[in-house]
């Protein structure tokens, strides 16, 4: 569940960085005792804010049990080790709960597109999150390439494995449905000939972060079974 300090946050608090760059006099002007930040994509601001002595903690969670180790961490980062093992432990049995849920048979399978040119397949925790909420992905072999040129595949293979579902979500940018349904031979497909093109918000699903495990799976049990999952609360 989104938390209903973001509003407060996007409206009081200053805005310094982007996903690849930072103003880092900026960040500097705000003395943080720490840094957090993610990924092979972050070196450069990672590397420009230890030239001027900042303390950075880089995360690198490309699955599920990352998500829910960064947590952890994070935790014990800030001195709050016990109550980051308690929400860990939350969203374990959450996990767990939607994962157990009985569902009818096939499993609808599902196509996860983080990108459209080329076309991009879901990251791992995005697969993962697919099958606790009673999908099979089809790209599921794919899961473990952390580079998105890891995980490019072409409109034959999407056509060929033949998803009941799509499920889109850009990566910052808005998904357009007709654009997937002209695509060459894609009328074809289960999920184009039934309308069953579903666009996720980027913010709740391909941040590496608790969103993803809540609204995030919540909207993909959504869109399989147009069923919203139990509220999480810790």
């Known amino acids: 569940m989104a938390s209903p300090a973001t509003p407060f946050v996007r409206r009081e608090k200053p805005r310094v960085s982007a996903f690849v760059s930072a103003d880092?006099?900026?960040?500097?002007?705000?003395?943080?005792?720490?840094?957090?930040?993610?990924?092979d994509l972050q070196a450069g601001i990672v590397a420009d804010l230890v030239r001027e002595g900042v303390d950075v903690h880089v995360f690198n969670q490309r699955d599920v049990?990352?998500?829910?180790?960064?947590?952890?961490?994070l935790g014990a980062l800030v001195g709050a080790a016990e109550r980051a093992d308690r929400l860990a432990q939350d969203f374990e049995r959450r996990l767990a709960e939607v994962a157990a849920t009985r569902r009818p048979s096939p499993r609808p399978k599902v196509y996860f597109e983080e990108w459209d040119d080329p076309l991009i397949s879901g990251i791992g925790w995005v697969s993962e999150l697919i099958e606790i909420a009673g999908g099979e992905d089809v790209f599921c072999e794919l899961r473990h390439r952390q580079a998105a040129k890891d995980r490019i595949?072409?409109?034959?293979?999407v056509r060929k494995a033949a998803p009941?579902?799509?499920?889109?979500?850009?990566?910052?940018?808005?998904?357009?449905?007709?654009?997937?349904?002209?695509?060459?031979?894609?009328?074809?497909?289960?999920a184009v000939r039934n309308d069953r093109i579903v666009e996720i918000k980027?913010?709740?699903?391909l941040q590496p972060g608790p969103a993803a495990l809540?609204?995030?799976?919540?909207?993909?049990?959504?869109?399989?079974?147009?069923?919203?999952?139990?509220?999480?609360?810790t």
């Open 164 to 190: 009941d579902v799509i499920l889109a979500s850009w990566c910052g940018k808005k998904v357009v449905p007709a654009r997937i349904r002209e695509r060459d031979g894609w009328n074809e497909i289960p």
């Open 214 to 233: 809540t609204d995030g799976l919540d909207a993909i049990v959504t869109a399989l079974w147009g069923a919203q999952v139990t509220a999480f609360t």
């Open 202 to 205: 980027s913010s709740i699903i």
């Open 153 to 157: 595949v072409s409109a034959d293979a």
């Open 65 to 73: 049990a990352g998500i829910l180790a960064m947590i952890r961490t």
């Open 24 to 39: 880092i006099p900026k960040v500097l002007a705000l003395e943080p005792d720490l840094v957090l930040a993610f990924s």
